[in-house]
């Protein structure tokens, strides 16, 4: 039996090892099931909280690669957690700690998905990456593929920082434009990548074996800290890193290493919400958002409009997990981006800032309990979109 294979989300079709993206008989989303009794019959996270710390690779069982063959790797994983000291005022022993997936070897936490997805990409045998990207996915990809030698191919909306594009060029990736916002993208890549017979690593859960690469986020957490956290904030766009980290506690606690699941909170920002605007009408499935995608976090600008079942994945999971999902604006984007950095000392993407904003907002209304503590996930840093903040700030008194 294999160790591994793909499953559908919503149906349960299960499928061979192949490079699939959605079920032939339900157009879900698919998801990655593991031969866990095997796996967990050797007590799997003990031995592994006590070893020298490395990167995401100490996890491989629980990774979609085959044992016996290499990785592509920069590093990834393996990131600092500090606890905040300055940017809020703290009561009722509640304490706030940043995940800073920023010093990943891209300044993102797209490294480590895009380093699993390329490693099943040569597994495959494959020649060719293709994605849409606002930016972050787009950068990871290219640099991963430069390590793997395939070709790599992105596709970014307009309005995409200068920064990422320019990256993504050194990296040697061939870049295109496409007029609009990011499901333009999305769906010109989806085409390309079919006709091209190319691996889409486009970063929402379009590609299973790269949203597996996010549970190894939660497996840090949980030896960092010593504990299950309370509450894990996460910036959302699709929203699979909300999802992968969730899905890393529950195989943590099938593996009976912990008996607690943390509650995660979804941020997304004002301009762009559709999750949230979800979330707060009590439906159950998430619609594309209607308006324009007006934000300066353009790293999740999503308005999910020829794919909003991913919106539903994440807001079930954010239910399931009994969390929450808000959004903030940007003026306080760029408030909490300039204190972040001169208050706690870490410089951080707009989007990231969303999720320490939204931890002082939960903090403030009186929405954490006492005794809470919090993991706000710094996704990307803020070098990767410096000129966008400038620009939003001339002429500004903060």
Known sequence: MNRFWPVCWYCGETYEIEPIYTCRHCNGTMDIHYEYKEIFSKAYFEPLSNAAWSDIWRF??????????????????????????????????????LKLESVNPT??????????????????????????????????????????????????????????????????????????????????AEEMALERQAFNLTSTYMNPYAVEGNKTVAYELAFQLGKVPDWIIVPIGAGPLLSGIYKGFKEMRLAGFTD???????VQAEGCAPIVKAFQAGEADVQPWSGPAQTIASGIADPLLTYPADGTRTLSVIRESEGMALAIADAELIRYRRLLAEREGVLAELSSVTAVAAAAHMQQTGLLEQNATVVSIVTGHGLKDMSAAINHTKGSVL
């Not at 607690?260 to 979804?266: D, I, N, Q, S, T």
């Open 60 to 97: 491989r069982e629980l990774l979609p690669i085959w044992p016996e063959r290499s990785t592509v790797t920069l590093g990834e994983g393996g990131t600092p957690l500090i606890r905040t000291l300055n940017i809020l005022n703290i009561a009722n022993n509640q304490s706030l700690w």
């Open 107 to 188: 300044l993102a936490f797209k490294d480590r998905p895009l380093a699993v997805a390329m490693t099943a990409a040569a597994q495959f045998g494959l020649k060719e990456v293709v994605c849409a990207s606002t930016g972050n996915t787009g950068v990871a990809a290219a640099a991963y593929a430069a390590r793997a030698g395939l070709r790599c191919t992105i596709y970014v909306p307009e309005g995409t920082p200068e920064e990422k594009r320019s990256a993504m060029e050194q990296y040697g990736a061939v870049l295109h434009t496409v007029a609009g916002h990011y499901s333009d993208a999305y769906k010109v």
């Open 260 to 266: 607690k699941l943390p509650r995660m909170a979804g």
